[in-house]
């Protein structure tokens, strides 16, 4: 059985073998660990692991939206040489199991309708891939296309829309009987009874995005005794275990997940898909089954929402905020995934990092015959932040004021607790501003054609957590860490192990970072909303903390001093009138028989019953974002001249890393704001399926310049003070390029992205 290896690529530091530290890692950039791997392709992917006896897998699909399952007939796809199992709904324990992490909607394969394009009605297993894909086009699926379906927000909202779920699944659900999952209600103070000076009102709209990441989605199953074992590029290995232990009524220890360091994830990869499929077909089988999802495939296997957000809001004349009312509508898609935790968390800090005395907000989940949507970088709140920011760009304009000074004039203050009942503003956020505004050179004069933009984004970190970590100190002076954290690019080996370097004074060159195997390393909920630096950062601290008192405690005993008279800091034990390097007293202290300092680690963050989310931010990702933009009239297109962008980090642990999560968000922003969307057609089919018709930035879209900031006061919660990373400079794109393109043009576009054509529109609107 195949499993996870540690990554053995420590840094560019090279020091006395075993010996302390010379210089303190926290705050330096060293090579990062597991980088060489992935730049020279020698790193394992689920997709690179071969299985001794494994059979392929090809998923049947049907080329349309929506359609009732009539029959499916698999006999001539038996008849391939090679083919050993077509699986259908009919097959499977009945009713079909579903799965889902909150709302077990999705079955395993479709049920007597399909709901989107591309949903799987049946499965082939192969000996080859070639014969499994020419099974899959054997396999005879008798259906009726079904006429109609929920493709927009304004269709899901239409009383006369043909249900997405069948109410019989949503029991007790006063919505039942509509397309709207769930509606979502915040707020504070009296919107109604709120005067203001001035009252601005728009709708913006931001489109359906998929995550495209470089490595395909890949799965793969095998029986293993009494229990199974899978494999998946997932970000959530533990979430994976207890679904596929729930669904197979096994004991959590029966089944083990490896999840190999994915290739990226950004949200796309963090639920359960087509695992639960594969474990039935290996139980079924009895041989370990493999399937690779093609780029097509992924499209019509995750997405990011669509949104429609409409903001009303009250301006006082000196630009004060006197109110926010906000109606979001979330298309997610026809089975929830994590969706309507998207819309709960991005629409309850919809109002940002402002001080708004009264604020009301309905959002609404809204389900629709297209790909399932899920979490996506960001969680919810670029779609937010796209509309709020806009819209005080109106207010702005309109008041005459200066749109750097009209968020100057409501930003919360630290400290300040701008949402009730909620964790306060934790960084002085004007220093961000400020300082993007400098870098942007904000307010002087500009070429013809070319205007500026700048926004603010806020992301609230995790509201609940738990994670473990174990930190092995072994005999010769090297360390293995175990951390239940998915590597999906971040960096978070290489944090890690700078946490127990700094710690234990071990050179990074001798620290291995174990992930990936839930047969060996401590349960860790999940990696995402920028959490793993923050929380299981401090579960790796924590465990390095116990070494250092189990060394203490040694010490005490060998020296006979007492322990209260002997500190441990970054691989020293200070004794009264000596200090010994910590490895001394290590081996000193295990003797002739070896053996390991086994040190644990846990963050928790527990539920708060009466929260609107269940539970607090940790920390809030702050960001601001500038553009200095060109507009070419005669063709609408865009060129991105400067981008800054300023991230309140509290600390930064590894500042190239911070630099490189910061420039990718960024680009990754520029997608969805300048030309990616999916494309349907009239009768809910994908129309830019895979990478030929769906563009993303290159090379050639990226900005002349891109600057990259910090700021750092140490105010955060995590180790050393750090605050997470990685999606905030995201969230504020759309509206700075948006700000800039009207700054350069006068003219206001409320709908993504900001194609040429659509920019070209705008502008003969204008003439």
């Not at 059979?55 to 008849?79: E, F, P, Q, Y």
Request: negative net charge; charged residues 25%; glycine residues 10%.
């Amino acid at each position: 059985m195949r499993g996870i290896r540690a990554d053995h690529q420590g840094g560019a530091r090279r020091r006395r073998k075993g010996g302390p530290m010379s210089a303190n890692v926290i705050g330096s950039s060293p090579r990062r660990v597991g980088g060489i791997g992935r730049v020279t392709g020698a790193q394992e992917y689920v997709a690179d692991i071969r299985l001794a006896d494994v059979l392929h897998v090809k998923l049947v699909r049907l080329d349309c939206a929506r359609a009732r399952l009539l029959s499916i007939d698999g006999t001539a796809a038996m008849r391939v040489r090679g083919v050993r199992l077509v699986l259908t709904a009919a097959d499977l324990p009945q009713p079909v199991p579903r799965f889902g992490p909150k709302f077990r909607d999705r079955p395993i394969l479709a049920v007597a309708e399909t709901k989107y394009h591309g949903e799987p009605v049946a499965a082939v297993a192969a000996e080859t891939r070639d014969a499994a894909e020419e099974a899959a086009r054997l396999v005879h699926v008798d259906y009726e296309v079904l006429d109609g379906g929920v493709f927009s927000v304004a269709g899901a909202l239409d009383p006369t829309s043909p249900l997405v779920q069948d109410p019989a699944i949503r029991p007790n659900d006063p919505l039942a009987d509509t397309n709207t999952l769930r509606e979502h209600d915040f707020g504070w103070g009296d919107v109604d009874a709120t005067p203001a000076d001035l009252v601005v009102e728009n709708t913006y709209s931001f489109p359906m995005v998929t995550h495209f990441t470089i490595e395909p989605h890949g799965f793969m199953a095998a029986p293993d005794g009494d229990g199974i074992t899978v494999w998946s590029s997932i970000q959530h290995p533990y979430l994976l275990q207890k679904t596929i232990a729930e669904l197979l009524d096994l004991p959590l220890a029966k089944v083990r997940v490896f999840a190999p360091d994915p290739g990226g994830g950004f949200g796309g990869k963090q639920i359960p898909k087509y695992e639960p499929l594969l474990a039935f077909m290996a139980l079924r089988t009895g041989r370990p089954v493999r399937l690779i999802l093609t780029l097509a495939e992924t499209f019509q296997a995750v997405r990011r929402a669509a949104t429609e957000v409409r903001f009303r809001t009250g301006f006082l004349s000196d630009g004060t905020m006197a109110f926010q009312d906000v109606e979001a509508n979330f298309l997610i898609g026809a089975y929830v995934d994590i969706a309507d935790r998207v819309v709960g968390k991005a629409s309850y800090l919809a109002c940002g990092p402002y001080r708004v005395p009264a604020v009301r907000i309905k959002a609404r989940t809204l389900l629709s015959h297209t790909t399932p949507s899920t979490a996506f970088r960001g969680f919810g709140i670029p779609q937010i932040t796209w509309a709020r920011e806009s819209i005080i760009d109106e207010g702005a304009r309109a008041l005459g004021i200066d749109r750097v000074e009209i968020r100057l004039r409501n930003l919360a203050r630290h400290g300040e607790r701008f949402i009730p009942g909620d964790t306060p503003a934790d960084g002085d956020w004007s220093q961000t501003v400020r300082k993007a505004a400098e870098l942007i050179e904000w307010g002087t004069p500009l070429v013809p054609k070319r205007g500026r933009g700048l926004a603010l984004g806020l992301k609230s970190g995790p509201t609940t957590g738990l994670s473990y970590s174990t930190v092995r100190f072994l005999a010769d002076g090297s360390a293995l860490v175990l951390s239940g954290t998915s590597d999906m690019g971040q960096g978070a080996r290489t944090v890690f192990a700078q946490i127990v370097s700094e710690e234990l004074g071990i050179p990074l060159e001798r620290i291995s970072v174990i992930m990936g195997d839930t047969g060996v390393i401590p349960y860790d909920q999940q990696t995402s909303a920028s959490r793993s630096s923050v929380l299981m950062g401090t579960a790796v601290l924590r465990a390095c903390r116990d070494i250092q008192a189990k060394l203490c405690a040694m010490a005490s005993r060998l020296y006979e001093v007492e322990e209260s008279e002997i500190v441990v800091e970054r691989g020293v034990v200070r004794l009264p009138g000596r200090d010994l390097p910590a490895v001394d007293v290590l081996q000193s202290g295990l003797g002739r028989l070896g053996g390991e300092i086994v040190g644990n680690g846990e963050m928790r963050k527990d539920v708060e019953p009466d929260h609107p989310l269940g539970g607090s931010a940790a920390f809030f990702e702050f960001n601001c974002t500038a553009f200095e933009a060109e507009v070419d009239e005669e063709t609408g297109e865009i060129l991105i001249v400067r981008h800054v962008t300023v991230s309140d980090v509290g600390r930064a642990l590894n500042p190239l890393q911070v630099e490189g999560q910061d420039d990718g968000a960024a680009i990754m922003g520029l997608g969805h704001t300048l030309m990616e969307h999916i494309v349907l057609d009239e009768s809910g089919r994908i129309q830019n399926l895979g990478a030929l018709d769906y563009q993303i930035p290159t090379s050639k879209d990226l900005p002349l310049k891109l600057t990259g900031e910090t700021v750092e006061n140490a105010d955060g919660p995590g180790p050393y003070g750090i605050k997470g990373i990685s999606e905030g400079a995201l969230l504020a794109v759309s509206p700075a390029v948006a700000s800039a393109v009207t700054d350069a043009t006068g003219v206001v576009i409320r709908d993504l992205p900001l194609t040429p054509e659509r920019v070209w529109r705008a502008l003969e609107e204008r003439r």
